[in-house]
T-cell receptor, first 114, second 111 residues
Framework: KAGVTQTPRYLIKTRGQQVTLSCSPI?????VSWYQQTPGQGLQFLFE???????NKGNFPGRFSGRQFSNSRSEMNVSTLELGDSALYLC?????????????FGQGTRLTVV | TQLLEQSPQFLSIQEGENLTVYCNSS?????LQWYRQEPGEGPVLLVT?????EVKKLKRLTFQFGDARKDSSLHITAAQPGDTGLYLC???????????FGTGTRLTIIP
């Protein structure tokens, strides 16, 4: 079966712009989580959506937002981009039930803010 | 806030040597997962351990979950260059489906 698909793979944006990243989970998975990965901070949890509702949230500013659609696809939006937002953004899908959190990751979107 | 500390942060060893990576927390987890991430890719799940004291083997990799469910270790025997990557542990809390990821161990195996 198809894996987790993230688009685009690479993105270059200018400070102050906004960006939308997309994630298509594995069929049947209802949970989608987003992570920011940088060399200095490691894998940082942004938020998790389950059945179109945000179920968990990390410690990121309000410029980072997301949503999930009825087909479980998810988007993440970052507004007013800053240089420090340059990172690999990963999404992961899972069935999302208790004891069923094994995450399947996409290849990520490499965002560069200039 | 639950934290998972991994040690060492970086490890570089010769091919054929053995190594152990640790994942420690002061919190109790219902299960613990290990992932490996290669450059330019997302992390890939290696194993899940769910019972305190559980040991699982995956070829040359041995994973152990601590008796108190607060820590875990990954032991690699006769390391090979293909083992190179970032190893991440992740814990699932009781009653909360959110995964907490560890700080990571970057492993390099020198041919």
């Amino acid at each position: 079966k198809a894996g987790v698909t993230q688009t685009p793979r690479y993105l270059i944006k200018t400070r102050g712009q906004q960006v939308t990243l997309s994630c298509s989970p594995i069929s049947g998975h209802r949970s989608v989580s987003w992570y920011q990965q940088t060399p200095g901070q490691g894998l940082q949890f942004l938020f998790e959506y389950f059945s179109e509702t945000q179920r968990n949230k990390g410690n990121f500013p309000g410029r980072f937002s997301g949503r999930q659609f009825s087909n479980s696809r998810s988007e993440m939006n970052v507004s007013t981009l800053e240089l420090g937002d340059s990172a690999l953004y990963l999404c992961a899908s899972s069935f999302g039930g208790t004891g069923d959190t094994e995450a399947f990751f996409g290849q990520g979107t490499r965002l560069t803010v200039v | 806030t639950q934290l998972l500390e991994q040690s060492p942060q970086f490890l570089s060893i010769q091919e054929g040597e053995n190594l152990t990576v640790y994942c420690n927390s002061s919190s109790v987890f219902s299960s613990l997962q290990w992932y490996r991430q290669e450059p330019g890719e997302g992390p890939v799940l290696l194993v899940t351990v769910v019972t305190g004291g559980e040991v699982k083997k995956l070829k040359r990799l041995t994973f152990q979950f601590g008796d108190a469910r607060k820590d875990s270790s990954l032991h690699i025997t006769a390391a090979q260059p293909g083992d190179t990557g970032l190893y991440l542990c992740a814990g699932e809390s009781f009653g909360n489906e959110k995964l907490t990821f560890g700080t990571g161990t970057r492993l390099t195996i020198i041919p």
